[in-house]
């Protein structure tokens, strides 16, 4: 279960691995898949292959060999039979978001943990989504509500609807998730969540058009996140947010990641040496015959930006429903649909 739902469940990290479960099988930092445990299931890659059943009842986390050849030699005291190996790691919201199947593009970590600060989710509260596509969000969302909150999104296309329902009941998060059919753009939030909103959030190719319905869905000093790509849609989100929102802000975030790794030192010849001069407090040691310089360091940790680094990915602009004559702000929302 990606997201515990009773207190007295056992941490994931004091989990053991059973028949059914979902376990991320980490190759490498940009290598991961999300694998259905079964008692006769095989998962073979680069680094050979592994069979499901030797990883029954391992805890969350573990290192496991493949086998060798293909073939026998696995077990749960299995080393390193067959040489390569993966780790196999819990399908929290952060790995799920990195290996889900892309039905659309996604909101990734940097832009989902702001959302998830900046709407101010606790425990218990009610949040309306509009825009699952491949359910990277929601998860996050329910995870932040849970245990007694609810979600409740909507998506205006029937098959990504009913894929993202199977995902979060697979993961265990249909008690949070409620996932319905619907076109927000032109036919706003269903009545019945009028009022009860904490916080709500927009994905939505023209936001605008929701803003007034948002404005009645949210509780006295809700917020509201609206996902744009383009600056222009920005723009007009946020005239129509005036009219009943207050606190309008937008960012942008751009990651940049670094690459670290442990790397050796090139070695200078005795003549390179030469050519250093007088170093300061750093032993040196200079042999004859033009042989290696050697330095008391070989070795060091290097970082650098990754060249992969992804750049901009939307803007995302929060507002918060006006407080003051409330009454008067829903009335305006509502003359302005």
Not at 51 to 72: M, N
Not at 186 to 206: C, I, M, R, T, Y
Request: aromatic fraction near 8%; hydrophobic fraction near 35%.
């Amino acid at each position: 279960m990606m997201v515990p739902l009773d207190p007295s469940d056992k941490p994931t990290s004091q989990r053991r691995i059973a028949v059914g479960d979902t376990v991320v099988v980490y190759e490498r930092h940009d290598s991961m898949r999300a694998v259905t445990v079964t008692a006769d299931g095989v998962l073979q890659n680069r680094f050979g292959v592994f069979r499901h059943a030797d990883w029954l009842g391992r805890h969350f986390g573990s290192k496991v060999f493949s086998s060798a050849g293909g073939g026998g030699g696995g077990g749960k005291f299995a080393r390193k039979a067959g040489g390569g190996f993966v780790h196999l790691l819990a399908p929290t919201p952060e790995l799920w978001t990195l290996v889900l199947s892309h039905r659309t593009q996604i909101l990734y970590i940097a832009d989902i943990s702001l959302v998830v600060a900046y709407l101010e989710l606790v425990p218990g509260c009610v949040v309306l989504e509009s825009g699952t596509g491949s359910g990277s969000l929601t998860t996050s969302l329910a995870r932040a509500v849970a245990p007694q909150g609810r979600v409740y999104t909507f998506d205006f296309h029937d098959q990504r609807a009913a894929s993202a329902r199977e995902d979060f009941e697979k993961n265990g998060l249909s008690s949070l998730i409620t996932v319905a059919v619907r076109d927000i753009q032109g036919e706003g939030f269903p009545d019945e969540h009028s009022g009860a909103a904490d916080a709500v959030f927009l994905d939505l190719p023209q936001p605008w058009l929701a803003i007034p319905s948002t404005g009645t869905m949210l509780r006295q000093d809700g917020v509201l996140c609206s996902f744009s790509p383009c600056i222009e849609q920005v723009q007009r989100a946020c005239e129509a947010m005036r009219s009943c929102f207050t606190d309008i802000r937008t960012f942008e975030i751009l990651l940049r990641t670094y690459d670290v790794h442990e790397g050796a030192l090139k070695s200078a010849t005795a003549n390179e040496a030469a050519n250093l001069g007088s170093v300061p407090e750093k032993k040196r040691k200079i042999r004859t015959g033009g042989e290696a310089f050697d330095s008391t360091q070989t070795s060091s940790v290097m970082a650098r930006p990754c060249s992969t680094a992804r750049g901009h990915t939307g803007y995302l602009t929060f507002a918060r429903r006006s407080v003051h004559g409330s009454q008067a702000v829903a009335n305006e929302c509502c003359s302005t649909s």
